[in-house]
């Protein structure tokens, strides 16, 4: 378990609907906690004809376990004592909308956080009697289905517009221009220690748009034509792959044949080409009001 001292390191929950609590506040601290580091992993394995020994071919991390020792300053009021026994049982209550997000604030500043459930939540079993009997004090449990952290502040890189990027050499005559352009949206270092699964938006007018990147083998297209106005949206998270429209509407038919979502990602050191990792989009019937952007939130494994 690792010491959280009332000076400087903080912790927050915050629930689905918005709740959030900070400690220490004051009344609420978190004395200790455990289980930030790695997570327990399953290795994806293959044996060939004859081989001696099986073959790496990936990894499953599996539901990870954390732990915080949770202190209610004691009170000498029965009704109090009740009040903030049911404040600590309904802020972890599983039915709020999701997962509750759990962050740790370092002393310098610098925040990482973790989506996971209360597991089973505050019980409160019974204290000896010999105890201060109106103290709250508990290891809360939580556990993380994906036991990934990521730093809450995302960052946003805009597609810089590259219109020579259109031309294909050697160039055929006559030359025929439709619009065609390239957007490049650089990462100026990736401090995460694991994949990044960015949110790309596209603002039309396009005909089509091919994504790639210098850093993984993947591409994909969409090759539906959406006018100026409209806009495309595709989360690359695993746990929510998806392309919609400003209004929330399913277009995971515009995506080309030969797409690869799956792997399109940032990746972290020794993949992250010494040079930075840069996403292109290369947009054809192209407008002054095309823009392209991502989002995204450097992951780690374990803090």
């Not at 039915?95 to 089973?120: F, K, M």
């Not at 221009?177 to 949206?185: D, K, S, T, V």
């Amino acid at each position: 378990m690792t010491s959280a001292p009332y000076v400087g390191d903080l912790l927050s929950l915050r629930t689905a609907d918005g709740q959030q609590w900070t400690l220490p506040d004051g009344e609420r601290y978190a004395l200790v906690y455990g289980g930030f580091g790695a997570p327990p992993t399953t290795f994806i394995t293959n044996t060939q004809y004859r081989a001696d020994a099986a073959v790496e071919r990936g990894l499953m991390y599996e539901t990870t376990e954390l732990t915080v020792l949770f202190h209610q300053k004691t009170t000498s009021n029965r009704a109090t004592y009740w009040r903030q026994r049911a404040a600590l049982i309904d802020v972890l209550r599983w039915n709020r909308g999701g997962p509750l997000v759990l962050t740790l604030q370092r002393e310098d500043g610098t925040r990482r956080a973790i989506e996971v459930y209360a597991d089973p939540g505050a019980t409160l079993p019974a204290r000896d009697p010999s105890d201060d009997i109106w103290l709250i004090e508990e290891s809360l449990s939580f556990i993380a289905l994906r036991p990934v952290w990521y730093n809450p502040d995302a960052t946003t890189v805009a597609g810089v517009l590259d219109v020579s990027g259109g031309l294909t050499f050697p160039i055929t005559f006559p030359i025929t221009f439709g619009g065609g352009a390239r957007y490049n949206m650089p990462l100026q270092g990736y401090g995460g220690t694991y994949d990044s699964f960015p949110v790309i938006t596209v603002n039309g007018p396009y005909n089509s748009i091919a994504f790639s990147s210098n850093a993984v083998a993947a591409s994909f297209k969409m090759d539906v034509p959406i006018q100026a106005g409209e806009q495309r949206i595709i989360n690359l998270n695993p746990q929510n792959r998806t392309i919609l429209d400003s209004a929330g509407v399913n277009c995971i038919g515009d995506l080309a044949d030969g797409f690869d979502l799956v792997h399109f990602k940032i990746v972290p050191a020794p993949y992250d080409p010494g040079s930075g990792q840069t996403m292109t989009a290369l947009v054809k019937g192209r407008s002054n009001a095309t823009a392209v952007s991502m989002t995204f939130n450097e992951q780690f494994i374990g803090i």
